[in-house]
């Protein structure tokens, strides 16, 4: 793997051995940082192009937890554990490819995986999209697992999608800034 910036990163007991790990996108790959014993791996996600952002969760309610991945391809990646506990390697994830694309005028900026908002014993992934040209629109969508039905989201919903979507335009604000001065 080559040096890259890393974009999104969470905190969260991914390869379910009990102990949190660090969890990270670069490019094309995701990197699993496990502190009880020192372990880096790295994982390629064939499905990607270059990492975005990325959220943990076991949105499905089925004990594996999951990798969620939003790319520059504007899709949505799910690598699922399969449940092998302290395996955090390739071997270790099913890579279950685009679970959501764009309609392609819109640009994927970010994913959240919420603690199952709507109280129905699932959890969802909120997606965050804006328009190319940054600040003339943005959408919140909430897809619901294991179906992968998709809500649209007026984003004046809730105070606490309010508070999401400040996050997610302060993250593509900083993306889109960096991304301009390393072409500058």
């Known amino acids: 793997m080559t040096n890259a910036d890393c974009e999104g990163v969470d905190i969260y007991d991914i390869d379910e051995d009990g102990f949190d ?17 020192w372990n880096r791996n790295s994982i390629s996600v064939s499905s ?55 309609d392609g005028n819109d640009d994927i900026i970010a994913v959240h995986c919420s603690m199952d908002y709507d109280q129905d014993g699932t959890g969802e992934v909120i997606i965050g999209e804006m328009f190319s040209n940054p600040g003339t629109d943005q959408e919140l969508f909430v897809m619901e697992i294991p179906e992968f039905t998709l809500v649209l989201l007026p984003i004046s919903f809730s105070i606490l999608f309010i508070a999401i979507f400040n996050k997610i335009q302060a993250s593509m604000r900083a993306k889109y800034t960096k991304k301009r001065s390393n072409n500058d």
């Open 21 to 37: 790990e660090a969890v990270y996108g670069v490019g094309a790959w995701i990197e699993i940082v496990s502190y009880a014993p």
């Open 48 to 102: 990607a192009t270059t990492i975005m952002d990325i959220d943990c969760g076991d949105q499905d309610k089925d004990g594996n937890p999951s990798v969620f991945i939003a790319d520059t391809n504007n899709d949505i990646i799910q690598l699922e554990h399969t449940g092998a506990a302290g395996v955090n390697t390739s071997a270790g994830f099913t890579d279950r490819g685009a679970v959501f694309s764009s």
